[in-house]
C-alpha cells in the first residue's frame, strides 16, 4: 500500500481553441449584420446616378404630375381612367407591342397614379416599361 501523497496536476485551460471559435463567431456576426439605417420613412424619389441615357427608338413617352394628370407623348389625356390611360398608349405606341413605355413621374406623385399607367400598358400589351430618373447632380442644382 502506497501512502504516499500524490502530487495533483494543475488543470491546465487551452486557450487557443476558445480563441478561435470567438473569432468565427465574431466574423460571423460582423457579416450577417446590416448596417442600415431604420428611420421613419423618408423617400427622396426618383433620383438616380444613371452611366449614360439609353435612346429608345420606338418609345413612348408618359408624364404624370403630382396633382394626377397624364400625358402621352407630351399630348394630355382627359380622365384618369386605367381605359382611358390605356387607349391614349394604344395610339401613342408607334411601333406597336415592341414600344417601350417610359414614365416619368413627379417625386410627389401618387403611388396609384403610376401604377394605373403600368396597368394602363399592360392593358394595351405593351410590356417593356422603364421609369425615368435625373441624376443625383441635376436634383441638387434644383
Do not use: C, W
Given at each position: 500500500m502506497n501512502f504516499r501523497p500524490r502530487q495533483k496536476e494543475e488543470p491546465e485551460i487551452n486557450l487557443i481553441p476558445f480563441i478561435d471559435v470567438l473569432l468565427v463567431v465574431l466574423i460571423f456576426l460582423m457579416l450577417s449584420t446590416t448596417y442600415s439605417k431604420f428611420t421613419e420613412l423618408q423617400l427622396k424619389l426618383p433620383v438616380a446616378d444613371t452611366e449614360a441615357q439609353r435612346d429608345y427608338p420606338r418609345e413612348?413617352?408618359?408624364?404624370?404630375?403630382?396633382?394626377?394628370?397624364?400625358?402621352?407623348?407630351?399630348?394630355?389625356?382627359?380622365?384618369?381612367?386605367?381605359?382611358?390611360?390605356?387607349?391614349?398608349?394604344?395610339?401613342?405606341?408607334?411601333?406597336?407591342?415592341?414600344?417601350?413605355?417610359?414614365?416619368?413621374?413627379?417625386?410627389?406623385?401618387?403611388?396609384?397614379?403610376?401604377?394605373?399607367?403600368?396597368?394602363?400598358?399592360?392593358?394595351?400589351?405593351?410590356?417593356?416599361?422603364?421609369?425615368?430618373?435625373?441624376?443625383?447632380?441635376?436634383?441638387?442644382?434644383?
Open positions: 413612348v413617352l408618359v408624364s404624370v404630375s403630382s396633382e394626377g394628370a397624364y400625358t402621352v407623348n407630351k399630348t394630355p389625356v382627359a380622365g384618369r381612367s386605367v381605359d382611358i390611360v390605356a387607349a391614349a398608349l394604344s395610339e401613342g405606341a408607334k411601333a406597336g407591342k415592341d414600344s417601350v413605355v417610359i414614365i416619368h413621374a413627379d417625386a410627389s406623385a401618387r403611388h396609384q397614379d403610376v401604377i394605373t399607367v403600368m396597368e394602363a400598358a399592360r392593358r394595351a400589351g405593351l410590356s417593356q416599361i422603364t421609369f425615368a430618373t435625373q441624376s443625383t447632380a441635376h436634383a441638387r442644382g434644383n
